[in-house]
């Protein structure tokens, strides 16, 4: 049994990571977060202790180890993205393995310092990138890697997710905190995409605003027009119809990729892989870092070129512009 504490416990996403610590069969000592809406732990450890305070969190995780003898082996980390690289480098120097959401860090030199603190704290990193281990994608990258080699795919990627006014209020809505719409929504897909197509060759924006982001990305093997967006006007109106407010698309060579079940347990796999040796570790997570940092920093050109149809879409205000 391994010995988890976990930072973030009131996020949207901390009841998985607790759920495949569970799952897993491992032990959780205790979580942080400055927020202490976090009821949700009674449905799994009960017995954790729990602090808002960092320093009382660490504090206690010191006097588990010298007064107790009980050693920590990994911190789970659910917190907004510009925390990442701090709670990670946090849980190298406790002595424990880091398990962090994605995106991993905002840019790529983060990962370069990161690597260094592994190599001095002789621990790892490891990140969740749990389309890698669901089914539907392991068959399309099989596919892929059995074609031509020669062949080059036309993908369209759509991915469109309403949030409301509240958005632009919270961190998420601060692109220097979560890093715009590609990082925040978007990253587990060009992850996705880099591990089926390869390397980046060419990586354009068309049109980046608060609410959307869309461009053109060339792998070694695909050549992909994307759309990302979290303004529910932008949904096609056969999903507003049905009630819906998300709608997500993966075409290749125009058939659909049908991937809209099957992600209840994606997060204890990668749990089990990690704890078996097998964690998606730095240098995994460094293209799709690669590719959001280049599109947060790019200037957009426009309609021009090989731009996803939704691009032409009418850009809305801010709501508090």
């Not at 994605?102 to 790892?124: C, I, T, Y």
Request: hydrophobic letters at 35%.
């Amino acid at each position: 049994m391994k010995n988890f504490a976990l930072v973030g416990a009131s996020g949207y996403i901390a009841p998985r990571h607790l759920k495949a610590i569970k799952d897993t069969n491992n032990n959780l000592l205790a979580a942080l977060d400055t927020f202490d809406s976090v009821g949700i732990m009674d449905s799994y450890f009960p017995e954790a202790d729990f602090f808002v305070e960092t320093e009382r969190f660490d504090r206690h995780l010191e006097k588990l180890k010298y007064d107790k003898g009980v050693n920590l082996d990994y911190v789970s980390i659910c917190t907004p993205n510009y925390l990442h690289d701090s709670h990670i480098r946090m849980a190298l120097r406790r002595g424990a393995d880091a398990i962090c959401e994605k995106p991993l860090v905002l840019n790529p030199w983060n990962l370069d310092a990161l690597q260094r603190m592994e190599k001095e704290s002789g621990q790892r990193v490891f990140n969740i990138l749990q389309l890698r281990v669901h089914q539907s994608i392991i068959d399309l990258k099989k596919k892929i890697e059995a074609a031509p080699k020669d062949k080059i795919f036309d993908v369209d990627l759509t991915y469109l997710t309403s949030r409301g006014n509240w958005y632009y209020t919270s961190w998420k809505g601060d692109h220097s905190k979560s890093g715009g719409i590609a990082t925040n929504i978007g990253v587990h897909f060009y992850d996705m995409l880099s591990w089926i197509f390869g390397k980046v060759k060419e990586n354009v924006v068309h049109v980046q605003t608060h609410d959307r982001a869309s461009g053109y990305l060339e792998f070694e093997r695909a050549r992909v027009r994307w759309f990302l967006s979290i303004n529910y006007d932008v949904l096609p109106d056969e999903i507003k119809n049905k009630g819906q407010r998300t709608y997500r698309s993966i075409t290749i060579e125009g058939e659909e990729l049908e991937f809209s079940g099957g992600f209840t347990d994606l997060h204890t796999r990668v749990y089990e892989g990690i704890i078996e040796g097998r964690g998606y570790g730095l240098e995994d997570a460094r293209q799709a870092i690669e590719i959001v940092h280049q599109i947060r920093n790019s200037k957009p050109i426009g309609l021009i070129g090989e731009y996803h149809p939704f691009a032409q879409k009418k850009i809305a205000k801010h709501p508090f512009k």
